[in-house]
């Protein structure tokens, strides 16, 4: 059974910054391009930021510059620093993993991010 938990969501200022976990389980981590993605209420869900299995990096315009995702092939986890936070940055952000061989997706529940103005 294929698990993603997110952790580190939270209330935070304008300005501030948080960083997001994504803890996999039952995957072979190694081959998974892992990602971040957002929604906000009333909008459609938004890729954010994208590694792939060798370590290259994708980000959403919007984030470039303030965000960085990485990932841990030792301990299964992957990781998304979000400095000089908005409040348009507000939602729920969910981790995902995209086996590179097989294709399947799996997702994790969700964390919210509430920056305040």
């Known amino acids: 059974q294929v698990q993603l938990v997110e952790s580190g969501g939270g209330l935070v200022q304008a300005g501030g910054s948080l960083r997001l976990s994504c803890a996999a389980s039952?995957?072979?981590?190694?081959?998974?391009?892992m990602g971040w993605y957002r929604q906000a209420p009333g909008k459609q869900r938004e890729l954010v930021a994208l590694i792939s299995a060798g370590g290259g990096e994708t980000y959403a315009d919007s984030v470039k510059g303030r965000f960085a995702i990485s990932r841990d092939n030792i301990n299964h986890v992957a990781f998304l620093q979000m400095n000089s936070l908005k409040p348009e940055d507000s939602a729920v952000y969910y981790c995902h993993a995209k086996n590179v061989r097989t294709l399947i997706d799996s997702w994790g529940q969700g964390t919210q991010v509430t920056v305040s103005s």
């Open positions: 039952n995957i072979i981590f190694s081959i998974n391009v």
